[in-house]
């Protein structure tokens, strides 16, 4: 009897999972559960090791072995050094002239384009080619051509003008690199804001046209107010884009001249990999993780409202 209970509880198991198999399969979280571990794995695991890391002293020593607890004080150094604050107000400003570019150019432009045509047709092409361009790639052209001997300044002596130096002036190089950031990004908005023009009602316009409005009369006054949810979820995925752009600063400033360039990201990266200081770095990661909360929640819940009305 005894030596059948192993078999018996082998043989139960199994039953069980036979079972729970076609129970699996017949509900939604059958279809979800793949997904679910790949996020855990890839996502969630990576985010608990960084907090972790952010709460731990951790350095080149340490990093492979045990890791201290050291509470909240790297917080505290962090929240207490004026480089995170100026790092904060840089990406702050990469922010707000994303937000601005994105939304105002790309209403523009998105409302030019939302004709049909052939020109029309190649424009489209052309912004998904930009859009699709690995930041690598794209950062690494713009530098050319922004370098104090870059063809942007050849052009300028055609012209007669003094050369600017776009990238090694510290006053500069910030803004220039924020204007590289909203090239790449804009595509993206006006596509989005263009499938929004289009799914206006088109009698709408026409009821417009005939009581004598314009035809940007009739895009600020009828058709941007029916395309309120959609500019709000692009404004916040566009501060989520900002918070998390560091290809083209590493790429074009790698975070210079001196530290005019750093933002949130580059600063975590030179911290955590140029310093060796993992747990600051980390830190540093958090509190742009933070910041980037407080935007997505009202994300989250604008999708919500969309999805439910």
């Not at 005894?2 to 082998?10: A, F, I, V």
């Not at 790092?87 to 939302?114: D, E, K, P, Q």
């Not at 747990?279 to 999805?307: D, Q, W």
């Amino acid at each position: 009897m005894l030596t059948d209970t192993p078999h018996r509880h082998g043989g139960t198991r199994r039953a069980a999972g036979r079972r729970l198999l076609p129970l699996l399969r017949s509900q939604p979280i059958g279809y979800l559960l793949p997904a679910v571990l790949i996020l855990a794995a890839f996502a969630l695991w990576p985010l608990v090791v960084l907090v972790q890391m952010s709460l731990s002293e951790v350095g080149p020593a340490e990093i492979v072995g045990h890791w201290s607890f050291a509470g909240l004080r790297n917080f505290v150094d962090v929240l207490g050094d004026t480089e995170t604050w100026k790092a904060m107000l840089r990406t702050i400003a990469l922010c707000a002239i994303l937000v601005v570019s994105n939304l105002v150019l790309g209403f523009i432009a998105a409302t030019v384009l939302s004709t049909a045509g052939r020109t029309a047709t190649v424009v489209l092409g052309i912004l998904v080619f930009v859009w699709a361009l690995p930041p690598l790639v794209s950062g690494s052209v713009w530098r050319f051509l922004l370098d104090d001997t870059g063809t942007i300044n050849a052009i300028l002596g055609l012209f007669g003008l003094s050369p600017v130096n776009w990238l090694s002036d510290p006053a500069l190089a910030l803004w220039s690199v924020s204007a590289v950031v909203a090239w790449a990004s804009l595509p993206f908005s006006i596509l989005i804001m263009r499938g929004g023009l289009l799914a206006v009602n088109p009698e709408l316009i026409e009821a417009a046209a005939i009581d004598g409005a314009g035809f940007w009369t009739t895009r600020w006054r009828i058709v941007l107010p029916l395309l309120r949810p959609t500019l709000w979820i692009l404004a916040v995925i566009t501060v989520l884009y900002a918070f998390r752009s560091f290809d083209f600063f590493y790429v074009m400033t790698q975070g210079g001249p001196g530290t005019s360039t750093n933002t949130l990201p580059v600063l975590a990266y030179y911290t955590a990999f140029t310093n060796f200081d993992m747990s600051t770095g980390a830190t540093i990661a958090v509190v742009s993780m933070m910041v980037v909360l407080v935007f997505a929640v009202p994300y989250v819940r604008t999708v919500k409202n969309e999805e439910t009305s």
